[in-house]
């Protein structure tokens, strides 16, 4: 049961670790409610290079986190735009060694075997 579940983690955590990406913190300000995070979002998830499903936006802390292919140049300008273009503005765009998102569904499924 134990290597079950240690299995299970690893085929869990493998398509992260495995692939080359970067984590990216952008700070935004002029956030101010639930459509302005929407709209961040939307904006930065329809960006080419961002991977998936990682783009998180965050009101209260004034930023949004996301995983890009690589961060070079080209792609914080590509960010910068998109938050501009929503209306809001990225005053810092800097690679993070922040863990990719918690898979907490994976994690459950870990603990009850
Ligand atoms: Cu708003």
Redesign the pocket.
């Known amino acids: 049961m134990r290597l079950f579940s240690a299995l299970v983690l690893a085929a869990a955590l493998s398509p992260i670790s495995a692939f080359a990406a970067d984590n990216v913190e952008v700070k935004v300000t002029g956030?101010?409610?639930?459509?302005?995070?929407s709209?961040v979002q939307d904006a930065l998830a329809k960006l080419g290079g961002v991977e998936k499903g990682t783009v998180k936006v965050e009101l209260a802390g004034n930023k949004a986190t996301l995983m890009v292919a690589k961060l070079d140049d080209k792609m914080k300008t590509a960010i910068t735009d998109a938050v501009k273009a929503a209306g809001y503005t990225a005053t810092e765009v800097a690679m993070t060694t922040a863990a990719a998102a918690p898979a907490t569904t994976e994690t459950k499924k870990t603990k009850k075997n």
């Open positions: 956030m101010t409610c639930g459509a302005c995070v709209k």
